[in-house]
């Protein structure tokens, strides 16, 4: 079943120039990139990406981290990739969450590590699961940006320009 994930390289990935690497390992998914583009993340972007996180005690940190405040890039590149087991062929690559916990072979694992302060710089964001990913994409993604129809669409006026909203 086609489906799309949304994958980020982080700050730390821009930064070390792993952009090639990490987009080199994504192909061998054989999915297709529907949407692809540099972001400089706002407050507010940070805050709604990492909403399921904000009670914990490195959410500031975290914030920081996506907003390219702790390595000077401020930068990240987001990515939507579209296909059959999207998901899990992406989740598989990109490894554990905590680069010492991801396999040697995965990007976490190669590219990824842990800072004196706990905080863990993995590179890479892939969506957990389809809820997560439509809610993340729809964050990150205006639908007139994704080259291929993946939710439900409404068309508005506004100020006599018709524009694309998600529904």
């Known amino acids: 079943m086609n489906e799309a994930v949304l994958i980020l390289i982080k700050p730390d990935g821009l930064r070390k120039s792993l952009t090639g690497n990490i987009l080199t390992r994504l192909s061998e998914t054989k999915l297709e990139i529907v ?3 540099m972001v400089r993340v706002s407050e507010e972007l940070a805050h709604a990406h ?17 907003r390219g405040e702790l ?22 690559l990109a490894g554990a969450t905590n680069p010492e916990e991801a396999e040697a072979t995965s990007i976490r694992g190669s590219y990824g590590r842990i800072t004196t302060a706990g905080l863990y710089e993995n590179v890479i964001h892939v969506s ?3 809820e997560e990913a439509e809610r993340e994409i729809k964050l990150w993604f205006k639908p007139d940006e994704v080259i291929v129809p993946l939710y439900p669409l409404k068309e508005i006026t506004k100020d006599k320009v018709k524009t694309n909203l998600w529904t």
């Not at 401020?74 to 989740?91: D, E, F, P, Q, S």
């Open 71 to 92: 390595h000077d890039r401020r930068k990240t590149m987001a990515l939507v990739y579209w296909g059959n087991g999207a998901i899990l062929k992406c989740r598989q």
């Open 35 to 37: 949407a692809a583009k």
């Open 50 to 66: 990492y909403a399921h996180l904000e009670n914990e005690s490195f959410f500031p940190d975290l914030v920081r981290y996506i």
């Open 128 to 130: 957990g699961n389809q």
